[in-house]
């Protein structure tokens, strides 16, 4: 059975750096296509970055353009999400998807494997 488990979240000052992972279990990925989502409280699940397996190609919400890097080691199938600078507005649960290669990469429903979600909270 297709599984996802992300880790990495915590509690971080603004400023500060995490890394999240995305551990997939079988071959989860072999649609071709990896994402991160985020949901804060009230709000709708957002786009955050995708990442094509084949051929590196990556995408990312403005928002985060220039502090998050998404990233993927083919032979653990892991994904990783490394976000710099961050800020309270970058609080939320974090998700990890996995999809078939789309050019609509910011879609949720494009997405047909998810995560449980891990917390990010950062601190003013």
């Known amino acids: 059975q297709a599984q996802l488990v992300e880790s990495g979240g915590g509690l971080v000052q603004a400023g500060g750096s995490l890394r999240l992972s995305c551990a997939a279990s079988g071959r989860t990925f072999s649609g071709g296509l990896a994402g991160w989502f985020r949901q804060a409280p009230g709000k709708e699940r957002e786009f955050v970055a995708a990442?094509?397996?084949?051929?590196?190609?990556?995408w990312y919400a403005d928002s985060v353009k220039g502090r998050f890097t998404i990233s993927k080691e083919n032979g653990k199938s892991t994904v990783y999400l490394q976000m710099n600078s961050l800020t309270p507005e970058d609080t939320a649960v974090y998700y990890c998807a996995a999809g078939v290669k789309t050019l609509r990469v910011n879609i949720p429903r494009m997405y047909n494997y998810w995560g449980q979600g891990t917390q990010v909270t950062v601190s003013s």
């Open positions: 990442i094509i397996w084949s051929a590196d190609g990556t």
